[in-house]
Structure formats: C-alpha cells, structure tokens
C-alpha cells in the first residue's frame, strides 16, 4: 500500500524558535497534501491543504504566516510552525491523496514540545 | 461545509460483544465515508469505507451501513477483542471538498 513518511516523529523546540515538519509520499506521487493538528483525546483539525506548486489553503482560524506550508514536490510537504509557544505544543500529523480519489494515507504524525 | 457528528464519544464493552458508533452529516453530496482507527500517539488507520451508491459494507467483523436519506452512517464491530480497543474516527467528503472528521469515539473492550 502507499506509504506516507512524516519527520521527525518527535520534536521538542525551545520557545520563540521554528521547527520544520516534513511529510514525504515514499511510492507515489500526492497532488494533494493535508496537515491536521490533534490535541490529546481530540479529534483531526485539518490546518491546511496543499497541492503541489500552488499556495497551500488554510482553514479558518489557522495562522498562514505562523504555520508555513510549502508543497515544492509531488513527494514532499512541509510545515513550519514558526515562532513557536507552548501553546502550539500537540500532535501534527499529515496525509497524502493521490490523484483525485477518496483515498487519503496518513503519515506517523509529529509530537512536538515548546518549552 | 461539511459538518460530521459523531456518538457516543466513549463506548465501553465486555469482550465478544457488538459495539456500534454512529455518525451523521450535513452535506448531500458527500460520496465517500470512511471510517479510521486510531491507537494512542499513531497514525489513523483505514478500516473499513463506503461509497454512497452502496448501503452495507462487511469486512470480516467490521461492517459500515449507509442511509443516505437521513444522512447517517454506522460502524458495526461484532466479537469485539481487546485489541479493538482505540479512538474510531468517522469521516465524510464529497467530490468538491476535503474529508472532514467526526470527534472521534474511545472504545474500551474489557476482557
């Protein structure tokens, strides 16, 4: 099956700092990518979505110049949290479509820690 | 937009009984439901999914059943084992849109 990688699988950033995220489609190529933030015992909040070359598309309340996301590659999307809080601290995860079908994978997602 | 309730939020069963999750939407034109099982700090994984041109999937000791009228769908888990026990996420998307998610419910299977 297809296999989304996410990195690293666990971060921890000092406050004020950027950490980077990266989502990679290790067997095929994803048009579309999808970045969700869970907090503990809660549900997926997509964050944003984004297709490759193009700007990526953020849902309301997300911060664009917080939460950089750049889809250079039909394998490879990143998010940037920058300027980072405790408050940003939670479970990032991304996932990969290919093509146009209702199949989405989902990488191992990312624990990040502002201290 | 689409808009995905899901209940109940935690399902507590004995071991070898049937525990069902129950999901509703607001879109008409969602298409495709797929329904993902999450264990604690991993990915969601699919489990089961269907298709709005069928009402009832089944995959061994999983099935999904589809009302399209009243705009509702269900996990149905028989012989339920304690490695069943995670957070199921149910989901819906229409051709137009992305996939959107329900809450998530917390199944325990005591053994």
């Known amino acids: 099956g297809a296999v989304v990688s996410q990195h690293p699988s666990r971060v921890i950033c000092k406050s004020g700092t950027s950490v980077k995220i990266e989502c990679r489609s290790l067997?095929?190529?994803?048009?579309?990518m999808f970045w969700y933030r869970q907090f503990p015992k809660q549900s997926l909040m997509l964050m944003a979505t984004s297709n490759e070359g193009s700007k990526a598309t953020y849902e309301q309340g997300v911060e664009k110049d917080k939460f950089l996301i750049n889809h250079a590659s039909l394998t490879l999307s990143t998010l940037t949290v920058t300027s980072a809080h405790p408050e940003d601290s939670s479970f990032y995860i991304c996932s990969a479509r290919m093509g146009t079908g209702n199949t989405i994978y989902f990488g191992e997602g990312s624990w990040l820690t502002v201290v | 937009g689409e808009n995905v309730e899901q209940h109940p939020s935690t399902l507590s069963v004995q071991e070898g009984d049937s525990a069902v999750i129950k999901c509703t939407y607001s879109d008409s034109a969602s298409n495709y439901f797929p329904w993902y099982k999450q264990e604690l700090g991993k990915r969601p994984q699919l489990i089961i999914d269907?298709?709005?041109?069928?009402g009832e999937k089944k995959d061994q000791r999983i099935a999904v059943t589809l009302n399209k009228t009243a705009k509702h769908f269900s996990l149905h888990i028989t012989e339920t084992q304690p490695e069943d026990s995670a957070v199921y996420f149910c989901a819906a998307r229409d051709t137009a849109s992305d996939m959107r998610f329900g809450a998530g419910t917390r199944l325990t299977v005591k053994p």
């Open positions: 067997d095929f190529q994803a048009t579309t």
């Open positions: 269907i298709r709005s041109n069928v």
